[in-house]
């Protein structure tokens, strides 16, 4: 089992897109795929019409007052299932803050699930700042995917977030983090955004995924009905740019090495 964090601390970057339409995907191929939704807007859970009423998110096993896997609920789609969000997960911030283990809450609460093996994959939605609740998906994750908009601005973005990532391997949080890859979002055949995806592989070269996620009207609506991309426009660019992503995802976590770390 392998746990992945997608983050990103500048909003608005197709993060949450990302999240929940990979995972849809990556359950589409056959695997079993696990979303934990880290951020109390809860965009992924509804996204992916989860109920978000029921109460059930990371909160309280971050806390150590109730196991995770007590909080995992099924999807609509086969071999996919969730861990939804709300907003108690805000309340995080201030009840960890002053804890001397508030950066490996979520590691721990992980145990269990590493052990019984029952996911292929783990991904983590993770909000966009670079509170309490990103440093512990940092913390308990094997690996970091970074959804990157196609502007300059995103550039600044990146140098943040991996710069928390060697700060959380120096402090011993997680000595073995390393980067799966940058993934270029709401691309527009433009001149800028170009500049800006070639600027990018000229300083992280192959850690950049080839798929590139198109911005369309489509892509946006999808979650305002409850649906990942692949159902609400299975033929569309989005849903076969996701597709895509998913493949190339697999290509490399079966390639013999892994080179890239953040």
């Not at 795929?33 to 992916?48: E, I, R």
């Not at 691309?187 to 996620?213: C, D, M, P, S, W």
């Amino acid at each position: 089992m392998k746990i992945i964090a997608v983050a990103n601390q500048k909003g608005g970057v197709g993060k949450t897109t990302t999240s929940m339409n990979l995972s849809v995907c990556l359950a589409e191929l056959g695997k079993k795929v696990l979303l934990v939704d880290l951020d109390p807007q809860a965009n992924a859970s509804s996204g992916l019409g989860v109920d978000i009423e029921n109460g059930t998110s990371a909160y309280l096993p971050m806390l150590g007052e109730m196991a995770l896997q007590d909080c995992i609920v099924a999807t609509a789609y086969k071999n996919l299932w969730v861990v939804p969000a709300n907003l108690d997960l805000a309340g995080v911030e201030v009840e960890l803050i002053r804890a001397g283990d508030h950066l490996t809450r979520l590691r721990r609460a992980f145990e269990q699930i590493r052990q019984a093996a029952a996911f292929d994959y783990v991904l983590l939605d993770c909000p966009p700042s670079l509170g309490v609740l990103m440093t512990n998906a940092l913390s308990a994750a094997d690996e970091i995917l970074v959804p990157l908009q196609c502007e300059y601005y995103s550039l600044e973005g990146l140098a943040k977030i991996i710069g928390v990532c060697e700060q959380l391997r120096d402090a011993g949080a997680n000595p073995d983090l390393q980067l799966c890859g940058i993934v270029m979002t709401m691309y527009l055949r433009t001149n800028h955004a170009n500049q800006v995806i070639a600027e990018i592989q000229k300083h992280y070269g192959e850690v950049i995924f080839k798929t590139v996620i198109p911005r369309t009207i489509r892509l946006a609506e999808a979650p305002s009905h409850g649906q990942p991309i692949v159902q609400y426009e299975s033929s569309g660019l989005g849903a076969a740019a996701y597709r895509a992503l998913a493949k190339e995802f697999l290509a490399r976590e079966s390639a013999p090495t892994q080179e890239a770390q953040a």
